[in-house]
């Protein structure tokens, strides 16, 4: 499975972020997704994640609000919307996919067995 994000850059505090992360292969539908990210000197961290049909998402604290996750599994396509964007939504975000959950959806980065690229989103004032 390979997993490409696309739609990072730089992005003015108070603005808007959408990420794009396309996978390749036939059973998209399967794989519960998941978005992180990474700010320097941190841990990766869990941002968001949506269920097998995206009926089911799950939000983190720091963007629970401001922040949805979508998928169209016609396209193999999750996606990443952020608003009200802070200094400390400064990041490498990544996708990731479980490509066998044991439920709906997934909560830990070391279930997430494939992993995008990254692409780096900061935010300045």
């Known amino acids: 499975v390979q997993l490409q994000a696309s739609g990072g850059g730089l992005v003015q505090t108070g603005g808007s972020l959408r990420l794009s992360c396309t996978a390749s292969?036939?059973?998209?539908?399967?794989?519960?997704m998941g978005w992180f990210r990474q700010s320097p000197g941190k841990e990766r961290e869990l941002v968001a994640a949506?269920?097998?049909?995206?009926?089911?998402?799950f939000y983190e604290n720091p963007v629970k609000g401001r922040c949805s996750i979508s998928r169209d599994n016609a396209k193999n396509t999750v996606y990443l919307e952020m608003s009200s964007l802070k200094p400390e939504d400064t990041a490498v975000y990544y996708c990731?996919?479980?490509?066998?959950?044991?439920?709906?959806?997934?909560?830990?980065?070391?279930?997430?067995?494939?992993w995008g690229q990254g692409t780096w989103s900061p935010s300045s004032s």
């Open positions: 990731a996919a479980d490509t066998d959950p044991i439920g709906k959806w997934t909560m830990y980065l070391s279930e997430y067995d494939y």
């Open positions: 292969g036939r059973d998209f539908n399967t794989y519960a």
């Open positions: 949506i269920s097998l049909s995206g009926g089911i998402t």
